[in-house]
């Protein structure tokens, strides 16, 4: 790899990154990021309730001082306003790819290396990020699993996931986030049907 395709690959993994960011934001998460990088990327934390069984912003309690009103943040639950929140956290190894052309112009093939081969427990999350560039915009298609679910479409008894680090998973995607591989000994349905998008799957308290 040129030294021009070793900084725009980093700064497609930047972009996606900061994608990702702004989705975990938008459903409530605060995000983390790792200063050393040793195979988890993003810590993401919330808020949670033990009581009310649900997550919670921190109450904001208001009361006189001074003859004003004021403000004042708590780490009660703004729902029941009376039990103490607990920060939940989640571990995720972020993998970014841009897609490369095909045949069809609505078509990539996108490569993902996965560092942690194991289930890590059910806290660690692979997102894998597929930036589909088109002439309008840069679509990025997130797709999000438990560490313990590549088992769903590889076999982790491999040689290259128990011995070497060279294990990749190659994946057909259309500009939707489609996609379409229809493997002779693995099953890729569960990137459609699961792990499309969802970000229900890092909300383990609720399930």
Request: net charge positive; charged share 30%; proline share 2%.
């Amino acid at each position: 790899m040129t030294e021009i395709e070793e900084k725009k690959k980093q700064v497609i993994g930047l972009y996606g990154e900061m994608r990702l960011s702004m989705e975990l934001h938008e459903f409530g998460w605060q995000v983390h990021r790792a200063y050393i990088d040793e195979g988890i990327d993003f810590v993401i934390t919330k808020y949670y309730c033990p009581k009310c069984k649900k997550y919670s912003n921190q109450w904001i309690r208001y009361a006189k001082y001074n003859g004003k009103k004021r403000k004042c943040v708590t780490n009660l639950c703004e729902h029941c306003q009376k039990t103490e929140l607990a920060v939940i956290s989640r571990y995720l190894q972020v993998k970014t790819s841009e897609g490369v052309s095909t045949r069809k112009t609505n078509v990539r093939k996108f490569s993902f290396h996965p560092k942690i081969r194991y289930n890590m427990g059910e806290e660690i999350f692979y997102v894998w990020i597929a930036v589909f560039d088109t002439p309008r915009e840069k679509l990025c298609h997130f797709y999000i699993l438990n560490t313990k679910e590549v088992s769903k479409f590889d076999n982790m008894s491999l040689p290259t996931y128990q011995i070497t680090d060279n294990q990749k998973t190659t994946l057909t995607i259309n500009e939707f986030g489609e996609v379409l591989n229809k493997g002779a000994n693995y099953d890729y349905s569960c990137f459609n049907a699961k792990f499309f998008q969802n970000w229900k799957a890092l909300e383990i308290e609720m399930e």
